[in-house]
């Protein structure tokens, strides 16, 4: 059984570029939360999506979207990239079906620098 | 913004020695789960406990919960050097996300 897998691993890009990180969940959950990770910080949650909708979002602007697909996996996508843009992306899945925060499974991150 | 900090920040046992890290929050919660996540990769489930219990055991792993002192601790009997990770407490909110804090990192020297 896959646990969650995110692509790609590490990838560099200059200020003004455009990213989008993928996601598969957990077999058989069906929503996806993505966190930001600052060196040296806690996990800062970003959004989540069920069904295909976001149903939370943290405090980060606008540049930040994200899309959850028909099959439960997810993008985020960072507009016009920020040097303090660069840290660890996890996607995390669980299976609430909006009955309350469970377990989270987190993949191994991406890893994004920001030039 | 963090709803928990964990104290101590940083922590260093040798092998053999029991570790405790702490973690306070800042609003009511349904849940308190902890997490590790060895260096630079994703976190790992470790326990959760409910707001209606008080301890919950996992193998060497014991928590803690005080709701009216909003505050939960972690400990790691018997150490191993393996344990050499970070640990992170996190809260939901509105039953829809969860909330990390600062994070403790624990050094065990063999």
């Known amino acids: 059984d896959a646990g969650v897998t995110q692509s790609p691993t590490h990838l560099i890009k200059t200020r003004g570029q455009q990213v989008t990180l993928r996601c598969s969940p957990k077999s058989g959950h069906d929503t996806v939360s993505w966190y930001q990770q600052a060196l040296g910080q806690g996990p800062q949650f970003i959004f989540q999506y069920y069904e295909e909708e976001e149903r939370q979002r943290g405090n980060f602007p606008d540049r930040f979207s994200g899309h959850q697909f028909p099959n439960y996996s997810s993008e985020l996508n960072v507009n016009a990239l920020l040097l303090g843009d660069s840290a660890l992306y996890l996607c995390a899945s669980s299976l609430v079906g909006g009955l309350g925060t469970g377990e989270l499974f987190f993949g191994e991150g991406s890893r994004l620098t920001v030039l | 913004s963090q709803q928990g900090e964990e104290d101590p920040q940083a922590l260093s046992i040798q092998e053999g020695e029991n570790a405790t890290m702490n973690c306070s929050y800042k609003?009511?919660?349904?849940?308190l789960q902890w997490y590790r996540q060895n260096s630079g990769r994703g976190l790992v489930h470790l326990i959760l406990i409910r707001s209606n219990e008080r301890e919950k055991h996992s193998g060497r792993l014991r928590v803690t919960l005080d709701t009216s002192k909003k505050s939960s601790s972690l400990l790691i009997t018997a150490s191993r050097a393996a344990d050499t990770a970070s640990y992170f407490c996190?809260?939901?909110?509105?039953?829809?996300?969860?909330?990390f804090g600062t994070g403790t990192r624990l050094q065990v020297f063999p």
């Open positions: 609003t009511s919660i349904n849940n």
């Open positions: 996190a809260t939901d909110v509105n039953t829809d996300k969860l909330i």
